[in-house]
């Protein structure tokens, strides 16, 4: 257990109904009876764990909010700690007043994730799941919360823990013959053993897959939207968006530059860039603009490529249509006027026609767009790699794996398969915070905010 009480406010800062100031450490309960008064007269001491009382935040003689303090007693509160929640009313000045008044009474302002990170040393949470708070809390869409959720319930860890056992085995098998080398002891059966690491192989690669699973799920999927110029791709942009964040316009080429916004369709975040019209031009400035959409074009992980079908087809439609990869959705934009194109050159393409508009067939893009981006869905018991830290530790992991396999399988003696092994624990340990630097653990925390 920490020596200093630490507080901080740990609701977010502006107006709200409440504000909430919490104190966490042995001097919790002290520090909270100097700075708060119940109507009642009873002493925050003499309270058991989880119970409240109603009463006044005071500093001497003033009386800064009416305030409900709640205690909770070590070991079962959030920190593992003794722990007072003082709830005052929402607003940046009470709040604040209160944080001084508790200071001043003799707590430490809370580091950046220090709650969570106290949670952590006293063996509430792993590093893992403390890392999934982190997400909850900036959880954009609802997949993202619950694969953070999965991950704070120690999906993540329980996984690990089960590689973890399959590796102390083959372990042990192997401090067999390190030890009792001169015994007469039954030859290593290299087959199953092989086995054994191939199975770790195969769950560790599973994990590293659902990072980027997890990745696009919480960041959002890349999308850019490109076509030749007036075609409607700044229409499409702001239909999507709802917002005139493109400039719309009937003068071909306007969209000079790469506009940004994201939008949260049902489950899916996407960050989507409106870029300047790809065709041929001899204008050095839009020549630099349709350098960038392709650019734009190749980065982003999915594409969705407006084509004006009341327009007959041209040779800039057919070189946009070269440079199209399998991740492009073709919109058949203005279908509210006569068809003059010929949609035959998208045979075998995923299409979808609408009018940008006219709001028409946007249902159908949606749909599209879902199904394309939900291909790898996420089950509701998958665990899910959530931090780059963890992936560099899944990763490590791996290479150990594939070291080990790649010794048994060459004949190197079995002492090195055991230190690929080793290392391969290490990094697993790493990952669930059971072996684990200082200095990791104080990277980890420092990414959250102070009243975490
Ligand atoms: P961009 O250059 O590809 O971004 O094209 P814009 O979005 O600026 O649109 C060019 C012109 O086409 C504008 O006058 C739009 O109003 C018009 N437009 C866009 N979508 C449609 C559509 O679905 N139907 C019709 N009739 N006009 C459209």
Not at 125 to 137: G, H, K, R, V
Request: aromatic share 4%; charged share 25%; glycine share 6%.
């Amino acid at each position: 257990m920490s020596e200093r009480t630490i507080a901080a406010i740990s609701t977010p800062s502006g107006e709200g109904g409440i504000a909430v100031i919490r104190i966490s450490g042995s001097d919790a309960i002290s520090i909270a009876e100097k700075s708060f008064r119940s109507f009642s007269g009873r002493a925050l001491s003499s309270l058991s764990g989880y119970s409240a009382l109603y009463g006044e935040i005071i500093d001497g003689d003033n009386v800064i909010d009416d305030a409900v303090a709640l205690v909770f007693l070590e070991p079962k509160s959030f920190t593992g700690e003794d722990t007072v929640e003082l709830s005052v009313h929402g607003g940046k000045l009470v709040a604040r007043d209160t944080l001084r008044v508790v200071l001043a009474n003799g707590a430490n302002l809370a580091l950046p994730g220090e709650f969570t990170k106290r949670a952590y040393l006293n063996g509430k949470l792993d590093l893992a799941s403390a890392e999934s708070i982190m997400e909850i809390i900036s959880a954009k869409n609802e997949t993202a919360l619950r694969i953070s959720r999965m991950a704070k319930e120690g999906k993540v860890s329980k996984k690990i823990e089960e590689i973890i056992a399959d590796l102390l085995k083959l372990d042990a098998s192997i401090s067999v013959y390190s030890d009792y080398p001169d015994e007469e002891i039954e030859e290593l059966d290299t087959p199953s053993f092989l086995s054994a690491l191939e199975k770790t192989e195969n769950s560790l690669s599973e994990l590293l897959s659902s990072y980027d699973t997890g990745k696009i799920i919480r960041n959002g999927v890349e999308t850019s939207i490109v076509g030749k110029p007036n075609v409607g791709k700044s229409t499409l942009m702001n239909l999507l968006c709802r917002a005139d964040r493109s400039i719309v316009t009937s003068v071909a080429g306007t969209t000079r530059d790469v506009v940004e916004s994201t939008v949260t369709l049902d489950d899916i975040t996407l960050i989507l860039s409106d870029t300047a019209g790809i065709h041929s031009t001899d204008d050095v400035v839009e020549k630099a603009g349709v350098e960038r959409s392709i650019n734009r074009l190749n980065s982003s992980a999915l594409v969705l490529a407006v084509f004006d079908i009341s327009r007959p087809i041209d040779d800039d439609d057919r070189e946009l249509l070269k440079i199209l990869g399998d991740n492009t959705i073709i919109i058949l934009n203005k279908n509210d006027l006569k068809p003059q194109f010929d949609t035959s050159i998208f045979d075998g393409k995923q299409t979808v026609s609408i009018s940008a508009k006219d709001n028409s067939g946007i249902e159908n893009l949606y749909e599209i767009i879902s199904s394309v981006v939900n291909k790898k869905k996420i089950d509701g018991d998958e665990a899910i790699l959530i931090s780059e830290r963890q992936r560099n530790c899944a990763n490590k992991a791996y290479s150990s794996i594939i070291e080990a396999k790649n010794a048994l399988i060459n004949g190197v003696t079995i002492d090195a398969v055991g230190v690929c092994i080793d290392d391969c624990l290490s990094a697993l340990l790493e990952l669930t915070g059971k072996r684990v630097t200082n200095e990791v653990t104080d990277e980890v925390f420092k990414r959250f905010c102070v009243g975490k």
